[in-house]
Nanobody, 126 residues
Framework: QYQLVESGGGLVQPGGSLRLSCAAS????????IGWFRQAPGKEREGISC????????NYVDSVKGRFTVSRDNAKNTVYLQMDSLEPDDAAVYYC???????????????????WGRGTLVTVSS
């Protein structure tokens, strides 16, 4: 069974940090670019970051650029999202998703992703 499982969410104070993990089971992540997405209550799901198959290419939306860092360890079949300087607006359910295509780059178009995790909740509050 192909699965992506996110973990690492929780409650953090503004200015704090969390590291999310996205672990694959049943298949190898080596062949997929990975996107991170989030959905806050009452808002649409948005892509925020992605990483290419090799890890050489990453991309971020402006709202998280300089604060979030995506990385991957293909040997562990896991992708990470390091989130620093968290703000209340970062509170959301965070999802990872795997996609084919994009060659040596990556993308965060929702309809370009082939497999989704169930998400992990991040709460930013004092």
């Amino acid at each position: 069974q192909y699965q992506l499982v996110e973990s690492g969410g929780g409650l953090v104070q503004p200015g704090g940090s969390l590291r999310l993990s996205c672990a694959a089971s049943g298949f190898s992540l080596n062949y997929y670019h990975i996107g991170w997405f989030r959905q806050a209550p009452g808002k649409e799901r948005e892509g925020i970051s992605c990483i290419s198959r090799s890890g050489d290419f990453t991309n971020y939306v402006d709202s998280v650029k300089g604060r979030f860092t995506v990385s991957r360890d293909n040997a562990k079949n896991t992708v990470y999202l390091q989130m620093d300087s968290l703000e209340p607006d970062d509170a959301a359910v965070y999802y990872c998703a795997a996609g084919v295509g994009y060659g040596g780059t990556c993308g965060i178009a929702l309809n370009a992703m082939n497999l989704w995790g169930r998400g992990t909740l991040v709460t930013v509050s004092s």
